[in-house]
């Protein structure tokens, strides 16, 4: 069963096609060069990038396929599919615009079922779905989102709790922001990390107790982090983060960076750790742009031995694969593309 996957929820423009457990193609497009010189997303050239190369992207993914057709014109290597795949929910507008009217138009005009995913969801099928034993709880990691779920089948979750604020992503993204490291902000962190001395007895930075034992405030732990990096910059709660990264050393953002991410790690892992023995399931997944992070997956892989199932680590970004693989696992259930919506939030 082939599936072409099409993603553009955020700042990558991605396209993949399936054959049940095979992955014959994986397109990404990334933004991330575009956006780096604005420290984060730019919503209006983000929409505009995916419109410029969506086609192009979805060509490509058809053609690395090697998806056999009459001849090699973008309808003939479609209508090898048997169907699209579309995350329509949650994302920015404009982009999710973008991969909704293409998608639909591409199933309209030829004929193949489409499928709506919702992107956060589709994240834990950076796991190949024949890996997963049920019962199983899922942790996605994203730029956007931070949200466990508890799975009892493909079709049949719910959602045990997820952040209140900031999702640990976008955590991340500010805290390299403060101390002036290049976005995204995850890999850069982790980068200053790994390079900072002896620090392993640090302070973790405080964070809250919430009556809910999975829900999560990284807004709370960003807070935490601009106040402990205004302190070794000699300055108090006043100080405009701006003006931070100037006035401290490397070796002291780089111990900056480990603090964050022992504590950014710890809170994850504390809700992990929690659900895992109220739950007791099979396996525990970790998914999603942070779940690239190495500590997390160290730590968790220490915590959870071979209940833990990681993605590869170009799945735990954001792609295409993801998404055909969720609409392939949930048994294709088909969205008629007149009724198409998107979602934003
Ligand atoms: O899932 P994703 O690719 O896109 C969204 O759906 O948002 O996640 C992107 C997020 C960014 O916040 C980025 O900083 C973070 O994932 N990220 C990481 C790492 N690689 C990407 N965070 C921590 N460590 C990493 N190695
Ligand atoms: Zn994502």
């Known amino acids: 069963m082939k599936v072409l996957g099409i993603e553009s929820t955020c700042d990558e423009t991605a396209a993949a096609v399936i054959d049940g457990e095979q992955i014959l193609s994986n397109v990404i497009a990334s933004q991330i060069d575009i956006h780096k010189e604005f420290g984060g997303v730019f919503p209006e050239i983000a929409a505009r990038e995916h ?40 994302g920015l507008i404009g982009g999710l615009m973008i991969g909704a009217m293409t998608a639909r138009t591409i199933a309209e005009t030829l004929g193949i079922p489409l499928v709506a995913v919702d992107h956060v969801y ?54 390299a922001k403060i101390l002036g490291l290049p976005y995204p902000g995850g890999p850069s962190i982790s980068k200053a990390a790994a390079a900072a001395l002896g620090a392993h007895d640090v302070q973790l930075l405080p964070f809250p107790k919430l009556d809910n034992p999975y829900e999560f405030s990284f807004s709370g732990l960003k807070t935490a982090f601009l ?60 998914s999603g742009g942070v779940a690239a992070n190495g500590r997390l997956r160290e730590r968790a892989g220490e915590l959870f031995g071979d209940k833990l199932l990681l993605p ?18 949930m048994g294709l259930p088909k969205t008629d593309p007149r009724e198409l919506r998107v979602t934003p939030n």
């Open 227 to 286: 106040r402990r990096a205004q302190e070794l910059a000699g300055g108090d709660f006043r100080m405009p983060s701006e003006e931070i990264a100037d006035l401290l050393s490397d070796d002291q953002k780089n111990q900056l960076a480990y603090t964050f991410q022992e504590s950014a790690v710890k809170i994850l892992l504390n809700a992990l750790e929690k659900a895992d023995q109220e739950f007791s399931p099979q396996q525990i997944i970790i």
């Open 312 to 329: 590869d680590l170009s799945l735990s970004t954001d792609n295409a694969v993801m998404i055909a693989r969720a609409a392939l696992a």
């Open 51 to 90: 419109l410029r190369v969506i086609l192009p992207t979805i060509k490509l993914a058809l053609v690395q396929a090697k998806l056999e057709g009459e001849s090699e014109t973008f309808a003939d290597l479609a209508r090898q599919v048997e169907a699209i795949a579309i995350a329509n929910r949650p």
């Open 122 to 175: 589709a994240h834990i099928y950076g796991v190949e779905p024949s890996a997963m034993r049920f019962p199983l709880l899922a942790l996605v990691v994203s730029g956007g989102h931070t949200t466990i779920y508890s799975l009892k089948s493909h079709t049949e979750y719910e959602i045990l709790g997820e952040t209140r604020d900031d999702a640990v992503g976008e955590a991340f993204d500010k805290a």
